[in-house]
């Protein structure tokens, strides 16, 4: 529910700020933060090893996800189109899972995956049906390094996260991102912001709730958890968007949409249920 929010983020911060330059000061700041907190909590030390991962990851996983969705938003991405971002990320997780990082799942909860994206189609075809298009070249290009990033840098946190300090290796994830965004910003935008009542709620949010919550409740549950199990969780954000949108900037919220919020729901359910055959269920 966290995660799905930062859709709503996108469209506030962007609204008076360059995409590229609103995720820089994001990230930054949640970076600066959270290594504060680490220093004055004593944390675990990150090795040289270990950093070169977390910036790796933190590349993958924020600057090109969330730099692909903000960019893909500010160029007129349709709500419907957008959630294809976070249907397709549990799919392609659950494949190269199966094929990088050897999990398997149970035949339930492959079916669970089938559910979740029979939902998240469900919710898609609503949005699709009352799209006025604006798609461009570039929003479906940021969609599509948005995806890759995601995958990738899941299935690598999952890989290494036992052995990366979560606050240090997130605060390198998150100051890596922003050196990479500040690149973009200054050669694509110009660093165009401005520091309205709107901006700085979305920053706000931004960080607090998404960056310092949703992320590190995501790089948690990877380190219990078969990655295609925590993505699956991702069935849930289209329709949780879809319902966010139609609260807050009076989108439509058709009969389908619900419907595949429920499907959604119950792939969900049964992908998280914990099976013998994967070496995590105990920590379940």
């Not at 398997?104 to 298009?133: F, M, P, W, Y």
């Not at 940021?142 to 605060?171: D, E, N, Y």
Request: overall charge positive; hydrophobic content about 55%; aromatic content about 8%.
């Amino acid at each position: 529910m966290l995660w799905s929010t930062g859709f709503v983020v996108a469209r506030y911060g962007t609204r008076d700020s360059g995409p590229l330059t609103f995720l820089c000061v994001r990230l930054a700041t949640a970076g600066l933060l959270l290594w504060i907190f680490a220093a004055l909590t004593s944390a675990p030390k990150i090795t040289k090893s270990n950093l070169s991962i977390s910036v790796v990851v933190g590349i993958l996983m924020h600057a090109i996800y969330l730099g692909g969705v903000f960019v893909a938003i500010d160029n007129g991405l349709p709500s419907g189109l957008s959630a294809l971002i976070a249907g397709l990320h549990p799919v392609a997780t659950c494949i190269a899972a199966r094929i990088f990082l050897k999990e398997r799942l149970s035949a339930k909860q492959i079916a669970g995956v089938v559910l979740g994206l029979t939902g998240v189609c469900a919710v898609v075809l609503e949005k699709l049906e009352d799209s006025n298009g604006g798609v461009t070249k570039v929003a479906m290009i940021a969609m599509g390094f948005s995806v890759f990033g995601l995958t990738v840098g899941t299935l690598l946190q999952r890989k290494f996260s036992k052995q990366i300090p979560l606050l240090r290796g997130t605060a390198v994830q998150f100051l890596s991102s922003g050196v990479v965004l500040a690149i973009g910003a200054s050669y694509s935008e110009n660093w165009q912001i401005k520091f309205t009542a709107q901006t700085m709620l979305a920053l706000s949010w931004g960080v607090l709730v998404l960056s310092l919550g949703a992320v590190l409740i995501m790089f948690v549950l990877l380190a219990r958890h078969p990655a295609a199990r925590v993505t699956s969780l991702f069935f849930l954000t289209p329709a949780l968007s879809t319902i966010e949108g139609a609260i807050l900037f009076g989108e439509r919220l058709g009969a389908l949409a619900l419907v595949g919020l429920i499907i959604a729901i119950f792939g969900v359910r049964m992908t998280m249920q914990p099976t013998t055959a994967t070496p995590d269920a105990s920590t379940a």
